[in-house]
Structures are given as structure tokens and as C-alpha cells.
């Protein structure tokens, strides 16, 4: 399977949907820990860059994610803005110019996508944050010669259940300490809603890299 | 400029746009600028940021305070994404006394080491003696 600009609309517009959908779920989850505006945030944001996305016209995938990006960071008022935005500019960087990609290449974008991330957010695995979805869904990914849509999901899924147990190092959530535990991190839930997308595009079942 | 500048950055437009007129009328010499919510609403914006940076750019430096969390993620953001970045700093304080210090320092004609200090040193403010 090749990944190409047309998939790559159709993973950020699923993933817009996803967002949607969730938008209270969210909102409930950052109620708990954060500042409450996550669910907000992601739905505007991602409102607003389906709406670019699908008026534009795109030649490679770099300039794609590039406007996803921009958008994210013009219209996303909480560290999601940033974060979602640099994951997004970061992988734009390595698709730069690409038409298509095999999944190689695009798993290759994500996981730079991941060192932007840290960098941005000064986060590892363990501070209850996006990071403990998104590190082990890129090693799952690098290291199988085939990737299962419904692997991909369930892993998702359970390192965002996983986030319920551990304690905010990191934003708002950090100031409230041992009471952040039993909660999940809404950063967390929407990158599984972002890896379950991803999912979504490889519905024949499974993918060779 | 003669004059280190400032930037002022919150989640709200309705803090910074106080905080500043207490600024200018303590210093009205220094440059303050503010970024503050995002299309009215309570948040931060990078490009918001990066503009007001670039409105009071004094080659003697930029300081720039925040209030919470995420603010500090957009505002290195912003440094990254303007061409001229040199001689611009994040200060670690709290929003309205450190601003008020510096503004002070920064009102003397010192340098951006001494009006970041200056900024810092807000954290072990005593407010109440006795």
C-alpha cells in the first residue's frame, strides 16, 4: 500500500470526525485534570484545517501537512495547538516534495513527528501525556513487517487506558499531583482517536511495509 | 532602542492588556508589547507571539514573561519561528510581579541579563514582612 494525499485527507478528516464525535468526552477528560479545553480546542482546530485542507490543492504531501500544521498552531489556543502542530510541521518536513510514500516512509515522518513532540513538550513516557501513546504506537509500527489495523487500534487504545494509573509530570495536570491518578490524559485519548484513523485507512486488515 | 523590551503573554487578553497599562505608567519609556487569548477566547497563540516579539524588537533584547503552562510552549514556538532571534528571553517568573520588576530594570537602561534577573528574582519576593 502507498500513502498518498488523497489518504492523507481522509486520515485528517477521519480524524476531524473522530474529534467531533468526542468533543464532550474530551472536554470531560480535561475537566478532570487540566483546564478543560481540550475537546474545544481539537474541534476547533481541526474544523478549521479540514476546511483548508479540502478547499486545497496539494502536490506532494509535505505541503499538506505543512497547512495542517499552520492551522493547528493559528487556531488551537491550548498546548495541543503546538503540539499537534509541530507533530504535524515535523512529519510535512520529511514528506517534503513526495507525492506518494509506502508506509515505511510514512511510519519513517511519524516518528520524527515523535522527536518534535518531545522536544516541544519536554515529555517521555511515564509523565502521563500523549508521549505514552504515541512512543510505543511508532516502535509497534517500525517493527513489524506487517501492521494489523486492529493491532494498531488496540495498542492505541490500551496505552491511552494506561495513562489512568500514572502521575502528571507535565502541564496543568502536573499541578494537582497523586489526584491525577485514576484519570486518563486527554492528550492521550486523542492521539488513539488519531492512531485509530490511521487505522481506519488500512482496512484491508493488514499492511506490508 | 535604548531600552530592553518586553512581552507580555496569558491565556487572557483582558490580564496582559491591565498588566501593560500598569507597566507603561511605571516605565513609559520601555516598549511593552502583549499576546493575550486567542480570537478572544482564553488561550495562546504562537503567531500571536511571534508578532508582538517582532513590534518591539530592541536590538539590546526582548524579554518575554508568561503566565501558565502552555503560554511557555507557544512563546518558544514563536522564538523559533522568527528570522532574528538573537537576544530575545524567556523569563522564568510570575507574570505580574516579574514584569513589574523588570519593567523597572529594563526602565534603567540595563542589560537583558540584568532585566531577566531582575524578572526572576520576583519568585522570592516577600509581599508581607512581619
Known amino acids: 500500500m502507498t500513502f498518498d494525499v488523497e489518504q492523507a485527507k481522509k486520515w485528517i478528516i477521519t480524524f476531524n470526525d473522530k474529534i467531533q464525535e468526542n468533543k464532550e468526552y474530551l472536554t470531560e477528560l480535561d475537566q478532570a485534570i487540566g483546564d478543560g479545553d481540550h475537546g474545544l480546542n481539537m474541534a476547533r482546530g481541526f474544523q478549521e484545517t479540514v476546511k483548508k485542507i479540502t478547499e486545497g490543492k496539494y502536490d506532494d504531501l509535505g505541503s499538506l501537512f505543512k497547512d495542517v500544521g499552520m492551522t493547528l498552531i493559528a487556531k488551537v489556543g491550548g498546548a495541543s495547538g503546538p503540539l499537534y502542530g509541530t507533530a504535524f510541521m515535523k512529519a510535512s518536513l520529511a514528506l517534503k516534495g513526495k507525492k506518494e510514500v509506502d508506509i515505511k516512509a510514512l511510519v519513517e515522518a511519524l516518528a520524527a513527528s515523535l522527536d518534535g513532540l518531545k522536544v516541544r513538550g519536554k515529555a517521555q513516557v511515564g509523565d502521563k501525556t500523549m508521549i505514552d501513546v504515541w512512543e510505543p504506537v511508532i516502535e509497534y509500527m517500525k517493527n513489524r513487517e506487517t501492521i494489523h489495523s486492529k493491532e494498531l487500534t488496540d495498542l492505541s487504545k490500551e496505552k491511552m487506558d494506561g495513562t489512568k494509573e500514572l502521575e502528571a509530570k507535565k502541564g496543568r495536570a502536573a499541578y494537582l499531583g497523586k489526584r491525577s491518578i485514576g484519570h486518563i490524559d486527554p492528550g492521550a485519548a486523542s492521539s488513539y482517536l488519531l492512531f485509530a484513523s490511521l487505522a481506519e485507512l488500512f482496512e484491508e486488515g493488514e499492511v506490508a511495509q | ?130
Open chain 2, 1 to 130: 532602542m535604548k531600552y530592553v523590551s518586553l512581552v507580555l503573554i496569558s491565556h487572557s487578553y483582558e490580564i496582559v492588556s491591565g498588566l501593560k497599562k500598569l507597566l507603561n505608567q511605571v516605565q513609559p519609556e520601555v516598549s511593552v508589547a502583549i499576546a493575550g487569548g486567542v480570537e478572544g477566547d482564553i488561550g495562546t497563540n504562537a503567531l500571536d507571539i511571534k508578532e508582538a516579539i517582532e513590534s518591539v524588537y530592541s536590538e539590546k533584547g526582548v524579554v518575554v514573561l508568561f503566565d501558565l503552562g502552555s503560554a511557555l510552549i507557544n512563546a518558544e514556538m514563536a522564538i523559533e519561528m522568527l528570522e532574528n532571534n538573537e537576544n530575545i528571553i524567556i523569563a522564568d517568573a510570575p507574570l505580574v510581579e516579574g514584569a513589574y520588576a523588570a519593567v523597572v530594570e529594563a526602565g534603567l537602561g540595563s542589560s537583558i541579563e540584568e532585566v531577566v534577573r531582575a524578572g526572576e528574582s520576583a519568585k522570592e519576593l516577600v509581599k508581607i514582612n512581619d
